[in-house]
């Protein structure tokens, strides 16, 4: 019997040293993201100079997006950047998408908005910012981004900051995705 106890432990040691059973490429996706963006954070990425959008390492942010420009607001570049390094390139055929405003309409377009976050999904501000959803907590969004205070930084961010979310992996056939709030239109009373 004890030989059947020790078996039974030295096989579960190595399953769990062997980790999780593999699963499709698609699920870990938000894991990918995350370190991604935290392997950002720990570099200390900035602009050098500071105010100048731009830095060795934001050129490299650049590189992510075909149709990308000198030195501009660098926050889209970040985000494309990070999906792209996370085997998630975003745009069509993965061209990459600099700026935020395209960013929500392709992920309308495609299925990928979202109006609850998820750990990975990208965020999109009400000010034309962008980010990637580090973690949520409660009344909070803690966020890894690009072009905060001119360099890549964790920020809690509030909900009311936030105009939705971009989901990286690809919706799945028959999958109910949500649309952004839309007030009622104001009717009289009679």
Do not use: K
């Amino acid at each position: 019997m004890a030989f059947g106890y020790r078996a039974l432990a030295a096989g579960l040691a190595a399953a769990a040293l062997a980790g999780p059973a593999a699963a499709p490429a698609e699920a870990g996706i938000p894991d990918r993201v995350v370190r991604a963006a935290r392997a950002e954070l720990a570099r200390g990425v900035h602009e050098m100079p500071d105010g100048s959008n731009e830095s060795p390492r934001i050129a490299r942010y650049r590189s992510a997006v075909r149709w990308s420009s000198g030195p501009v607001a660098w926050c889209g570049y970040f985000a494309s950047w990070v999906a792209r390094e996370a085997g998630a390139p975003i745009g069509d055929g993965g061209q990459g998408i600099g700026l935020v405003g395209e960013i929500r309409r392709w992920a309308r377009r495609s299925g990928r908005w979202r109006t609850s976050p998820r750990r990975g999904d990208l965020v999109v501000f009400r000010h034309a910012h962008t980010g990637v959803v580090e973690r949520v907590t409660g009344a909070h969004v803690v966020t890894v981004e690009g072009n905060h205070d001119n360099r890549v930084a964790r920020v809690w961010r509030g909900r009311r900051e936030i105009r939705g979310y971009v989901r990286l992996s690809a919706p799945r056939p028959g999958e109910r995705h949500d649309e952004p709030w839309a007030p009622e239109p104001f009717r009289w009373r009679r």
